[in-house]
């Protein structure tokens, strides 16, 4: 073992036994995150939750056996998942009024963020009874802090979740999305990447930069940024690349300039953004170009460019 990871290990205890000794409510239900690939990732006070709980609320209790196993911890497992929440719910909540702590899980990440449990948390929220997020791992965020696509100045950004599955609308969704003045991101699954891919392309355009973010905490991570025109022949250069699990980052369209390089001040895209709420595309750049005194077409080509289809 590396001489400064052995050094640390009483500094790991101490930091452990800390964590041990702090408040942990009875009857309380505990929302934990876990890994989502790498077993390290595992957070102390997340390890304790679940060594403290009565039961544990399981996505899928044979995938939640092997992280436990790992990690040491016997607390029993009971299943919920999207056929049964509404059953499972009520049962946690009976639990929680006989004084028991209850951890819910799903397979990865954080519970109830596209996964199961918003409707368990819910459920328990109107009974009264304490929720606790513990939080942790998530995919998400380990995208955008791979990425580097937000910034200090602009850290806003959309967690779309994953696409419909029919094509159609599939499509409706991507350009709703695509439309909004943020970067978006979007799960994706192997074997509806390329279909995603190919609509971004069509509706965003070659030139929209896109991140791919795969298999993110595990040995073969990958975080490439390409443009949307380049997806087919990123995801053909490398067997690997179809298989995994996907965050696509759909970068923010560029402003639109126009040819001298002059481009939409702040003050005006906010006018627009309101104008388009209750006019059309046109009559809300005819508006603005009076009020701004700025091209009619530069504001046309802005307004186009954020007007959901």
């Known amino acids: 073992m590396n001489q400064k990871v052995q050094s640390a290990e009483p500094a790991w205890r101490r930091v452990a036994e800390r964590v041990a000794e702090q408040h942990w409510p009875e009857g309380a239900l505990y929302v934990v995150a876990t890994p989502i690939g790498n077993l390290g990732d595992l957070g102390l006070r997340a390890w304790q939750a679940l060594l403290r709980a009565d039961v544990i ?11 436990m196993d790992a990690w040491g911890i016997s607390t029993p497992l009971m299943a919920a998942h999207r056929h049964n929440e509404a059953q499972a719910a009520q049962a946690i909540v009976e639990r929680l009024a006989q004084g028991q702590r209850v951890a819910l899980v799903s397979d990865a990440g954080a519970p109830a963020v596209s996964d199961p449990g918003a409707r368990i948390v819910r459920a328990v929220r109107e009974a009264g009874r304490p929720v606790v997020p513990v939080p942790g791992p998530s995919a998400v965020v380990a995208a955008l802090m791979g990425s580097g696509v937000t910034s200090d100045e602009n850290p806003a950004f959309a967690f779309a979740g994953f696409p419909p599955a029919k094509a159609a609308a599939r499509q409706r969704w991507l350009r709703q ?29 070659p030139q929209r930069r896109l991140t791919v973010a795969r298999e993110l905490t595990k040995r073969f991570e990958e975080i490439d940024t390409i ?6 022949q990123w995801l053909a250069a490398a067997p690997q ?3 995994g699990e996907f965050v696509l980052i ?14 939409v001040p702040p003050e005006t895209e906010a006018l627009l953004e309101a104008l388009l709420e209750t006019v059309s595309v046109r009559d809300a750049a005819r508006v603005a170009a009076r009020v701004s005194g700025l091209p009619r077409d530069l504001l046309y080509a802005w307004a186009l460019a954020r007007k959901p289809a």
């Open 250 to 263: 759909v970068h923010e369209a560029p402003a639109p300039e126009a040819a001298d390089g002059q481009s």
């Open 177 to 205: 999305w695509c439309a909004l003045p943020a970067p978006v991101l979007i799960y994706e699954s192997p074997h509806r990447l390329a279909a995603t891919l190919d609509g971004l392309a069509e509706i965003a355009g």
């Open 57 to 67: 609320a399981a996505e899928d209790t044979r995938a939640s056996r092997v992280l």
């Open 227 to 232: 443009e949307l025109g380049q997806a087919r």
């Open 241 to 243: 690349r179809g298989q």
